[in-house]
């Protein structure tokens, strides 16, 4: 027999297991690109003074524009596991 809120709860947990595992992607490839223009503003190869106070300033923003998004959408997947996550299994 159709089970309409299992089929809600497994949509749910999927969708949230893909926001998971794409945010830990971005995550990964924030860290190595800071990491390599790390290394090349330290090592001189890609501007001057002022150019590498801009472009880690660039950093600085983009790792904390993702990091406030990454909270916000923890928040509102909280607020939907409260709505969505609690459904009971039917055990069928």
Do not use: C
């Not at 949230?16 to 945010?23: A, D, E, I, R, V």
């Not at 190595?32 to 001189?44: A, S, V």
């Not at 997947?77 to 709505?83: D, L, R, S």
Request: charged share 25%; aromatic share 10%; net charge negative.
């Amino acid at each position: 027999m159709f089970d309409g809120q299992e089929m809600i709860r497994d949509m749910f947990n999927l969708n949230k297991s893909y926001w998971l595992n794409t945010m830990e992607m971005m995550s990964a490839f924030q860290n190595q690109t800071g990491k390599m223009w790390d290394t090349l503003l330290e090592q001189g190869l890609v501007t001057q003074h002022e150019g590498k106070k801009m472009l880690q300033d660039w950093l600085n923003r983009t790792k904390q524009a993702q990091d406030q998004f990454t909270e916000t959408m923890e928040n509102n997947w909280k607020k939907a596991e409260a709505t969505f996550g609690n459904i009971p299994k039917t055990g069928k």
